[in-house]
Antibody, heavy 121, light 107 residues
Framework: QVQLRESGPGLVKPSETLSLTCTVS????????WSWIRQSAGEGLEWIGR???????NYNPSLKRRVTMSVDTSKNQFSLKLSSVTAADTAVYYC???????????????WGQGALVTVSS | DIQMTQSPSSLSASVGDRLTITCRAS??????LNWYQQKLGKAPKLLIY???SLQSGVPSRFSGSGSGTDFTLTISSLQVEDFAIYYC?????????FGGGTKVEIK
């Protein structure tokens, strides 16, 4: 059974950098893309981006200027950094596995439990 | 970006009801459409992928249909544990986008 768990500070000051790590257990880390998704009360579910085990990335253009994702295959972990945060970045941040069907379609089949990050001084 | 619009945004239903939720894409996305269920305080759970494929372990009362721009999620006989928020999501192109959600409440 694949499990994902987010970890990181729950409180970040405005203008600073939000940092989260997702640890994957119970499955192959090199099989797939891994994504970050956030959910705030005002904006619903927002895809932040994805990273492959090789390190290749795709970011949401709306956040691209501030987002950096990285991967540590030795620890089965991938990470998110979001710089210059404001109150609008307050959200629950989820990590998720991107599975690919035989017809090439993609979907998020495993999710972490979510990490609430509040941006406040 | 591809916009995903769900309707209705909320509804009230009774146990045993047949339920249909609609999702419309702002452009054709073929069958690159997924459905998720989210309960309060929990992560979304995959129900349907590729428009009509049932995720392993999901009850057969859930089904999906559609292609192009119009899609539906159907629950054939609503159960107590189905009261939740349902989201559609397109994986046709990045940025991947979600619908605004449909909240299913007990009548």
């Amino acid at each position: 059974q694949v499990q994902l768990r987010e970890s990181g500070p729950g409180l970040v000051k405005p203008s600073e950098t939000l940092s989260l790590t997702c640890t994957v257990s119970g499955g192959s880390f090199s099989c797939c893309y891994w994504s970050w998704i956030r959910q705030s009360a005002g904006e619903g579910l927002e895809w932040i981006g994805r990273i492959y085990a090789s390190g290749s990335t795709n970011y949401n253009p709306s956040l691209k200027r501030r987002v950096t994702m990285s991967v540590d295959t030795s620890k089965n972990q991938f990470s998110l950094k979001l710089s210059s945060v404001t109150a609008a970045d307050t959200a629950v941040y989820y990590c998720a596995r991107v599975a690919t069907s035989t017809d090439g379609t993609e979907h998020f089949d495993y999710w972490g439990q979510g990490a609430l990050v509040t941006v406040s001084s | 970006d591809i916009q995903m619009t769900q309707s209705p945004s909320s509804l009230s239903a009774s146990v045993g009801d047949r339920l249909t939720i609609t999702c419309r894409a702002s452009q054709s996305i073929s069958s690159y459409l997924n459905w998720y269920q989210q309960k309060l305080g929990k992560a979304p759970k995959l129900l349907i992928y590729a428009a009509s494929s049932l995720q392993s372990g999901v009850p057969s009362r859930f089904s999906g249909s559609g292609s192009g721009t119009d899609f539906t999620l159907t629950i054939s006989s609503l159960q107590v544990e189905d009261f939740a928020i349902y989201y559609c999501q397109q994986s046709y192109s990045t940025p991947l986008t979600f619908g605004g959600g449909t909240k299913v409440e007990i009548k």
